[in-house]
């Protein structure tokens, strides 16, 4: 097989990570609840794993890192936490359903307003767009980091900088850039940074989490346990209880820790080995006629591993599963969760198909996939 489906979920994971998540399974029992060996063992590894994950992003204070379930969680936590009965909300086409979906729940629940702004001929979404959608009312900007259909890596800097001037909070979705991307949380200077642990950060599947760059404190989605303050029946306001109530995913953390303790060696590498494959993968599909890239931006401008591209008139899942079956090349077809990129690109009928390259493939497998591309463009008129 040729795995080149990470933008869904990384695969292979490090090897470190399931012996940590083993490990967790075996000694730790509930973190914070009792005081005996099994559940310290716990609470110690859930601390280093906070604690690595503010070093990697820059954090003096690992409370400032949130886990939750998904990346979703995260985005979910600040979008229903922060936007109140009337608000408006500036995001961009470029949105994945985990942001898109929450606001039009808020817009049916809360009677919020939001507002899409589009990106440039490059694919990024330039501040001058979003600007020029700020109300009175708007109380939240949304941008990704990259675009989980395009890879192309958006502004997120000079957006935060737009919002600072206008005292509007900032959340960025880190999905596709989390562990792929050099990242500093203060340097980037947003308010809230939302990430999944296990696609570029190459943890398990089971955790993911929010960073907080400043003093806003959304409204907790959840109310319970944390083995805190147990005589009070108000939420404890201290981080990071007053987002994680109930029993913590322990062995995903462990594994989360352990591919943070991978990346810290060797992130760097990495970056330059998946920037290296990614540029291979683009000129080879440029080459081939039938090949229709979604966007195809000049050299400089950031990019992530992640190409989508249309053979011909070809369906983008009948093509995948082409794929899958001439070359075991493990990729993905349709919408990726994305309706407003695709209607951008003109495919929101039939998709894209979309590689997306990880820490451990090689050129060896990236030639193999072009050619298996090749063959099959040769059955395909160009459109
Ligand atoms: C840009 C983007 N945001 C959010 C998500 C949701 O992440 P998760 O599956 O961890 O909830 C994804 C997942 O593919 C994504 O690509």
């Given at each position: 097989m040729i795995y080149l489906d990470n933008a869904a979920t990384s695969f292979p994971k490090p090897p470190l990570v399931s012996r940590a998540m083993?490990?967790?399974?075996?000694?730790?029992?509930?973190?914070?609840?009792?005081?005996?060996a099994p559940a310290l063992e716990a609470g110690r590894i859930i601390l280093q794993a906070r604690e690595r994950m503010a070093a990697f992003f820059g954090l003096d204070d690992p409370m400032c890192v949130l886990f939750t379930l998904n990346c979703t969680d995260a985005l979910n936590l600040v979008i229903q936490g922060m936007i109140r009965p009337g608000q408006h909300v500036v995001t961009t086409s470029l949105?994945?359903?985990?942001?898109?979906?929450?606001?039009?729940?808020?817009?049916?629940s809360r009677g919020i307003t939001w507002s899409v702004a589009t990106p440039d001929e490059n694919g990024q979404v330039q501040p001058n767009q979003i600007r020029r959608l700020i109300t009175p009312r708007t109380a939240l900007v949304i941008v990704t980091h990259a675009s989980n259909v395009t890879g192309i890596v958006q502004p997120v800097e000079e957006i935060a900088s737009l919002c600072q001037g206008k005292g509007l909070p900032l959340l960025v979705d880190g999905a596709q850039a989390g562990g792929i991307l050099d990242i500093s949380l203060p340097r980037l200077d947003a308010d809230f940074y939302a990430f999944a642990g296990h696609k570029g950060l190459l943890g398990p599947q089971g955790i993911g989490g929010l960073l907080l760059g400043s003093d806003l404190r959304p409204l907790p989605l959840r109310q319970g346990g944390t083995g805190s303050a147990s005589s009070e029946l108000s939420q404890p306001r201290d981080l990071p209880d007053l987002y994680e109530s109930g029993t913590a995913p322990t062995p995903a953390i462990a594994g989360l820790g352990a591919s943070l303790e991978y990346l810290d060696r060797f992130a760097p590498a990495l970056r330059r080995h998946e920037s290296h494959l990614t540029s291979?993968?683009?000129?080879?599909?440029?080459?081939?006629?039938?090949?229709?890239?979604?966007?195809d931006p000049p050299a400089g401008i950031p990019r992530v591993g992640v190409v989508s591209f249309n053979l011909g008139d070809m369906d983008s899942s009948?093509?995948?599963?082409?794929?899958?079956r001439r070359g075991q090349i493990?990729?993905?077809?349709g919408l990726h969760c994305a309706p407003y990129t695709?209607?951008?690109y003109g495919t929101e009928t039939r998709g894209a198909v979309r590689l997306s390259i990880g820490a451990f493939?090689?050129?060896?497998?990236?030639?193999a996939a072009l050619r298996v591309i090749h063959n099959l463009a040769q059955e395909v008129p160009c459109s």
């Open positions: 083993a490990y967790a399974v075996e000694h730790c029992a509930n973190p914070g609840r009792s005081g005996h949105e994945h359903n985990s942001v898109l979906r929450p606001l039009f729940h808020l817009q049916q291979a993968l683009l000129e080879g599909l440029r080459k081939i006629p039938q090949v229709h890239l979604l966007s009948e093509a995948a599963d082409q794929l899958w493990a990729c993905r077809s695709h209607a951008f493939n090689t050129q060896r497998e990236i030639d």
